[in-house]
Nanobody, 116 residues
Framework: QVQVVESGGGLAQPGGSLTLSCAAS????????PSWYRQAPGKQREWVAR????????YYVDSVKGRFTISRDNAKNMVYLQMNSLQPEDTAVYYC?????????WGQGTQVTVSS
């Protein structure tokens, strides 16, 4: 059974940092290309970042480039999102996503709030 579980959200001040973690199980993590998404109140879910399986290439939405870093640890079946220089507009529920044989698998999400 595929499972992804996010953690690490919380409250941060503008300009602050948080690191989100996603624990994956139930599939061969090393050949997956997980993504982070986020959903702000009243808005559609937005793709944020992705890390590929074959060479760990990373991709980001323009609004987080230079501030967020996605990484993975295949030995631990973990994917991370390091978020620096946080801004109030980064406030959202953040979700980890993996696609296995065409099916999307989501975690429950973790809340990130950026406020002074």
């Amino acid at each position: 059974q595929v499972q992804v579980v996010e953690s690490g959200g919380g409250l941060a001040q503008p300009g602050g940092s948080l690191t989100l973690s996603c624990a994956a199980s139930g599939f061969v993590f090393s050949i997956s290309s997980p993504s982070w998404y986020r959903q702000a109140p009243g808005k559609q879910r937005e793709w944020v970042a992705r890390i590929l399986s074959r060479d760990s290439s990373t991709y980001y939405v323009d609004s987080v480039k230079g501030r967020f870093t996605i990484s993975r640890d295949n030995a631990k079946n973990m994917v991370y999102l390091q978020m620096n220089s946080l801004q109030p507009e980064d406030t959202a529920v953040y979700y980890c996503n993996v696609q296995i044989r065409g099916d999307d698998h989501w975690g429950q999400g973790t809340q990130v709030t950026v406020s002074s």
